[in-house]
């Protein structure tokens, strides 16, 4: 899809408003919050095209079948392969797919899935440490319709309390899900 095609579906006939800034690293992990549907993914897509942006993500292999596998592929999916023990496993993939790309932006969703968690996955700051790259703080904003790759959310050796940080910056930019009620933070759980 054209970057002009995947503007104009986003911004004149779904009505969102794209933050017109965009990542300057040639690789980067850009966190996604909050994900309650898979419209984030949608919304995320368009946005990503509409700024011809390397954007990629991991789907489980099984979806990789004729006909949906050559268009997600083509969408900028990688396969994720069942090999290993979970999420040791999908992370070392992750780094390895920063390794095979010269540009390469990987989205990823701390929630680690669409329903409520209690507690957000840390595999976002494994990946980025291991990988040497820097962390986005991503978000769309489903109550103003505004989507936005963030800023460099900067990480230290303390991956707690660096999600802890992570998510009162969320907070703090008031971020509001397709699903509120399949979104919550660790200190509202």
Not at 4 to 11: G, P, Q, V, Y
Not at 47 to 68: C, G, Q, T
Not at 83 to 99: K, L, P
Not at 159 to 166: E, G, I, K, M, P
Request: proline fraction near 7%.
């Amino acid at each position: 899809m054209k970057p002009s095609t995947a503007r104009f579906i986003l911004t004149r006939i779904l009505g969102w408003k794209p933050d017109p800034a965009f990542p300057a690293a040639k690789k980067a992990l850009v966190l996604g919050v909050p994900h309650t549907s898979i419209w984030d993914f949608v919304i995320s897509f368009l946005y990503a095209r509409s700024n011809d942006a390397p954007m990629h993500i991991l789907v489980k292999e099984n979806f990789f079948f004729w006909p949906v596998g050559p268009v997600i592929r083509k969408w900028g999916a990688i396969p994720l392969r069942k090999t290993g023990t979970g999420g040791a496993s999908a992370i070392m993939q992750m780094v390895e797919a920063f390794n095979t790309y010269d540009t390469i932006l990987i989205g990823l969703a701390p929630e680690g899935t669409r329903k409520p968690v209690k507690r957000w996955k840390t595999g976002y700051h494994i990946i980025a440490t291991k990988a040497g790259v820097p962390v986005y703080a991503g978000y769309i904003n489903w109550k103003e319709k505004y989507i936005s790759f963030g800023e460099v959310f900067p990480l230290t050796d303390d991956v707690r309390a660096d999600t802890l940080r992570l998510q009162r910056h969320y907070k703090s930019l008031g971020v509001a899900a397709k699903h509120p009620e399949n979104f919550i933070y660790d200190d509202e759980a």
